[in-house]
């Protein structure tokens, strides 16, 4: 007998979005993954149609469900719109944003790379509360940022750190900062981080790194690493360097969460210049479905997706034409579904 489905919104997005969602969603239900799709447009396909690109019966269907698989989104450059992907993570609250990074490829500048970023993902600089000073007649004499973190949500993200690495069996959380110079702003959330942590000890060993020693030591030695907790900016950055060493953007999955809802995307944008081609490499999002699947409890099911990527990558040879290879989205797809045990 067929088990529960889970209701979850799909959001084919933009660009190639549309065709990898489609290559994702196919796998997903060759793998058994229980989800039942409210399928809602969002980014430049909603404007076209609804006039918004985060429509309220999109964002009605994420409250609804708590779940969401978004393809990528395009921000239209002028036109007033705020970053669609900034807008989702206000209205949801979505607190954590985690990026795990593995080599699935042979052959690239690092082997054995299984790593975890978790980053904050609603304080710090990103709140963007800019301004400019005149002096003069010069009205952008001076600029000013302001970065908010508060031990509420530096206990929260380290909490939600901790947990993650205790129930994926991770054995050391680095906490990474640069308290020495912005002692306020990232000195407390070093200390929050470190409070939070003292209830972890057994379970876990935590250490702390400045972030610029930090950023050279993953690329000299990254093994020493295992999850990495840090803040907004200093996650956007590490985490893309943190793709680098698996092979770049095209490998990497993200999660967007926080206590009502999870949204599960790749790192990679809609990538207008190869969208309506059918090359596109739905990797990235197909590992952003395996985050979902985890965190709705389904672990197996992840397990036999990732083995059946390994093994269309490893051994059949099959790999998208940004990896080296000369298969199709769709290709790929099958081949991960006939993979799949
Ligand atoms: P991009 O990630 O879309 O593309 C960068 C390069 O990587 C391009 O050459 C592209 O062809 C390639 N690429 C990306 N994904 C690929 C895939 N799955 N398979 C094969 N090649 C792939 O970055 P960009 O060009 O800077 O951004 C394009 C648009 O995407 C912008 O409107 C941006 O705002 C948006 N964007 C959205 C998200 C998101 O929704 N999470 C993230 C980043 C960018």
Redesign the pocket.
Same mark, same amino acid.
């Given at each position: 007998m067929a088990g529960k489905t889970i209701p979850a919104t799909l959001i084919p +997005?933009d +660009? &190639?979005g549309p065709e990898?969602v489609a290559a994702v969603v196919e796998i997903l239900k060759a793998a058994g993954a229980p989800f039942a799709w409210e399928r809602h447009d969002g980014g430049m396909a909603a404007i076209e149609k609804h006039g918004d690109p985060l429509p309220p019966r999109l964002l009605a269907s994420i409250r609804r469900t708590g779940l969401a698989l978004?393809g /990528?989104? !395009? !921000?239209p450059v002028g036109g007033g719109y705020r970053s =669609?992907?900034v807008r989702l993570r206000e209205e949801f609250g979505l607190f954590a944003n985690v990026r795990p990074v593995r080599s699935m490829v042979a052959g690239g500048r690092y082997e054995d790379i299984d790593l975890v970023l978790v980053r904050e993902n609603v304080e710090g600089l990103y709140l963007a509360w800019e301004h400019y000073l005149k002096v003069g007649d010069d009205p952008h004499a001076v600029a000013i940022s302001s970065g908010v973190n508060t031990r509420a949500g530096g206990e929260r993200i380290a909490r939600f750190a901790y947990d993650y690495a205790v129930e994926n069996g991770r054995k050391k959380v680095t906490i990474v900062h640069k308290a020495n110079v912005l002692k306020a702003l990232t000195g407390l959330f070093l200390e929050a981080a470190r409070d939070t942590g003292k209830k972890y000890r057994r379970k876990l060993e935590i250490d702390d790194r400045i972030v610029d020693a930090c950023a050279m030591q993953l690329v000299l030695n990254p093994w020493q690493f295992d999850v990495i907790l840090t803040t907004n900016l200093f996650g956007d950055i590490l985490s893309d360097l943190m793709a680098g060493l698996v092979g770049g953007? +095209?490998m990497a999955p993200g999660a967007n969460i926080g206590d009502q809802a999870a949204i599960f $995307?790749? =790192?990679? +944008?809609? @990538? /207008?210049? &190869?969208a309506g081609k059918g &090359? @596109?490499? /739905?990797l990235?999002l197909l590992l952003a479905g395996c985050l979902m699947l985890e965190h709705v409890g389904k672990k197996a099911l992840a397990k036999s997706i990732r083995a059946a990527v390994d093994h269309v990558l490893r051994i059949d040879n099959l790999r !998208?034409? $940004?990896l080296g290879g000369k298969a199709t989205t769709k290709e790929f797809a099958r081949a991960v579904i006939k993979r799949l045990k």
């Open positions: +997005g +660009g &190639i990898i978004k /990528p989104l !395009t !921000t =669609v992907n953007l +095209g $995307e790749a =790192v990679h +944008g809609s @990538a /207008p210049d &190869i &090359i @596109a490499n /739905p990235a !998208t034409r $940004e």
